[in-house]
């Protein structure tokens, strides 16, 4: 069947309620927590005993976080959803429910927001969480997705950015930098788009990292994987500003220092090419790119021989006493300042990427 | 002091985690079921033991929920935390908790942000919640606030929509209309000073009205007087789109009709005169306006004895059989289908407010 021959549906066809119905008749509840989702004016959560409840929220906003030239609708819902189970997990608790808030410009169609909607849902499918409530509105300028995500963790669970100490070992999850070279791979075939509308897209070699930009994932895995290990870590957070500026979260908040070797951030071979075709060093992907969505932590020395068989986890570093710094170690065994750039969207433009290597 | 010649801080000059600890530093919190707030992946939550938890959220856009001509800063970060309060309200349970993110464009000020952020601690403090999230980002369009609310209600006082029979009573706390009206005569200025500039608003004789536009607040205080005099609505809906949608609101997910009296509706006698300078029928203003933020429910004829002593309650109608429809009777004792214009956001437009009445 040819889609693109189906006529769209207008906003205003459907109005405020109509759609709200359209989009959320076939979600079901599936934790027990969940004792009442979308339809009034607040969604109810039924706590258990000893359980705590973790909230975070995170505001997407096309043109700041997204472009939509090259991020499709449904990957756009899905990595809202998933960026904010992210920092239930980053706690080492389990996400539950989900609310998302959607701004729309006139020109979208219902269509386009059932994109969304289909995103957002998969993402709750797969990691067992209710989707609890949808808002959409209408926007005056660019598509705007505002996601709040409930979750619950045991309290003798718990893990906070504070809790590290000196001696505590450095361990990250996955790889890094891979979902800042998918970002870069997109602006390169943007750019060249742009001058040439007759190009087709180089993509089709580059799934790994593109796959890492555009439709990330919650390592929910990795706190499963812990558990039943027996590790809880001494502090925890996800990477999403770049390795460089959040292990320095985890240090102000644990008012400690770190030594971190380059030689042993986890970087996939495709992350590795890719950076050395923009010029990049490959390490500064991982330290300053940000969006990887691993969890970065710290666990106590005892527990190395728990941690050094899991293939999913990297020690990188290890924390040091705060008067020490915060220290990098080059490959070629230099000590400099582990400096962050980060992911600081107020002082980021689109345009300061590197539009280099095409 | 002269504070128009302060000079303003751009956004720059701070970045984005050193915003957040301006704008967040001051923050205490109050609530013994609030462990950790700003500052971490999620906040964390301690539910007690037969409390159900509450969560909503609302996105408030630019240029649709308000205009930055006329909406004060501050007051926009009020009313942004005091819609979310009253969706916990509406529910008969008391808000506790608020997170809030916020996109700002480039020409914002870090004085301007904090503006917005005075407003949300203002409400905060006078509601006695606690402010436990707040995520600052740049906006490539106009300024978005998104606010999550959480609240808690015993789990035998909890009030939904759906829940009222035939013959039980509508009620509406307060009075009903104003925000319309005042945000006519914000439109009316606007239209008025865009024509020549020289012209001093005429703002000050419309107080109330103005406030009930710019400055609404939500009825805690109706839910305390409630439970004080022993009643638990059989249903309840905060007056966001206006009364004759969200009494339908009430009708459709307790399958009931409606009766409502037109000479019962509470409507001020600013709201009044103004409707009549605005070629309006007083209760067109109160029927389709929205944004009173009053509470609308429903209780079982037994109790009111209880309620017909509250000055602050009107009854307005009462619950009959789905099959009955939902039904108006004018001044004129003349009976017509209930019609909602409601505030549709994906329908309407700043545009189609009528221009009238200077």
Not at 117 to 131: L, N, Q
Not at 171 to 186: E, P, Q
Not at 202 to 213: A, G, K, P, T, W
Not at 333 to 339: G, H, M, R, S, Y
Request: glycine share 8%; net charge negative; with cysteine.
């Amino acid at each position: 069947m040819d889609d693109s021959k189906k006529r769209l549906t207008p906003l205003s066809e459907l109005g405020e309620f109509g759609l709200i119905d359209k989009l959320t008749s076939d979600i079901k509840l599936k934790n027990s927590s969940t004792l009442v989702g979308i339809g009034d004016d607040a969604a109810v959560i039924k706590s258990k005993k000893d359980l705590l409840t973790l909230v975070s929220k995170d505001l997407l906003l096309e043109g700041v976080h997204f472009d939509m030239m090259y991020a499709p609708l449904k990957h756009l819902g899905y990595k809202a959803a998933v960026v904010n189970f992210s920092d239930i997990v980053a706690m080492n608790g389990k996400p539950k429910q989900l609310l998302v808030g959607i701004g729309v410009g006139a020109k979208f169609s219902v269509e386009a927001i059932e994109e969304i909607y289909f995103g957002i849902k998969t993402a709750c499918k797969i990691y067992g969480v209710d989707f609890i409530g949808g808002d959409t509105t209408a926007s005056a300028s660019g598509l705007v997705i505002s996601a709040t995500v409930i979750g619950e963790v045991e309290q003798d669970r718990i893990v906070y950015r504070k809790g590290a100490s000196p001696n505590d070992l450095i361990c990250v999850s996955g790889d890094l930098g891979g979902a800042y070279i998918g970002l870069l791979i997109l602006e390169r075939e943007k750019q060249a788009f742009k001058a040439n509308p007759d190009l087709q897209p180089e993509l089709s070699e580059h799934d790994y990292v593109l796959q890492r930009q555009l439709k990330p994932e919650a390592r929910t895995d990795i706190v499963e994987i812990l558990a039943k290990n027996k590790i809880i870590p001494t502090s925890m957070i996800d990477v999403s500003d770049g390795l460089a500026s959040d292990v320095k979260h985890l240090c102000k908040a644990s008012n400690t220092g770190c030594i971190i070797s380059e030689e042993k951030i986890p970087i996939d071979q495709e992350t590795y090419e890719m950076s050395k075709i923009f010029n990049l060093v490959p390490s500064v992907s991982a330290l300053n790119g940000g969006e990887d969505y691993e969890l970065l932590f710290t666990i106590k020395q005892s527990d190395y021989e728990k941690i050094k068989e899991i293939a999913e986890i990297s020690v990188i570093g290890y924390m040091v006493d705060a008067s020490e710094g915060e220290r990098f170690i080059t490959n070629d065994n230099i000590t400099v300042d582990l400096e962050a750039q980060g992911w600081d969207a107020l002082k980021r433009r689109q345009s300061e990427i590197p539009d280099n290597g095409s």
